[in-house]
């Protein structure tokens, strides 16, 4: 399913999002804590979760400074989408159009693997103050047996990981991103 940029395009009035420090940040209701940055991307786990080469729970934010309206953040979602698709399989995929009150934005659902992990990903392709940003709530199950226990994962908690990532309004600006530490 791709999406089209026509009748997707987002209005000129971005979201807006926090100015505070993106050194933490909450989604459902788990504090995350800053792990990586490396450029555009960081990347966010709980507190039990330190060990980025093992990890179960992570949000991680891109931010694509040169997607600045609708058409270019369709374009986006639809290559978020091509590289899922090269590394796994989309789940669910949905387009939100603008309205005079918001943007448009886009979700995308995927799992993702290889012989040794499957790992489910929630993306929402949103402008955030004007930026392309892309926040990505994924979780990991280990082992060559992951197949039936991420599917029952799946089952049990992808619908409200959709409902809570498309209402999240509390992903953190390209500002507050920029500021925290890069990693070597």
């Known amino acids: 399913m791709l999406i089209h940029c026509g009748m997707l395009a987002a209005a000129d009035k971005p979201a807006a999002s926090p100015a505070a420090s993106a050194a933490t940040l909450t989604f ?8 990586w940055s490396k450029g555009s991307q960081h990347e966010f786990t709980p507190e039990g979760d330190k060990d980025l080469s093992r990890w179960r729970d992570m949000v991680t934010i891109n931010t694509h ?3 600045r309206d609708g058409e270019q953040l369709a374009v986006l979602a639809n290559s978020v989408m091509s590289n ?10 949905d387009s939100k159009p603008r309205t005079p009150q918001r943007p448009a934005e886009h979700f995308i659902a995927a799992i993702l693997g290889n ?8 993306a929402r392709v949103v402008l955030i103050d004007g930026v392309g940003t892309v926040a990505v709530v994924s979780h990991r199950i280990y082992g060559k047996e992951a197949a039936g226990p991420m599917g029952e994962w799946v089952k049990a908690n992808g619908p ?7 209402a999240w309004d509390r992903i953190p600006s390209t500002a507050a991103l920029r500021a925290l530490p890069q990693s070597k």
Request: aromatic letters at 12%; zero cysteines.
């Open 28 to 35: 459902g209701g788990v504090v995350y804590f800053h792990r």
């Open 65 to 67: 400074e040169a997607v």
């Open 84 to 93: 899922y698709q090269k590394h796994g399989k989309i789940v669910r995929t």
């Open 115 to 122: 012989p040794a992990l499957l790992e489910a990903v929630f």
């Open 160 to 166: 409200a990981i959709e409902k809570a990532l498309m």
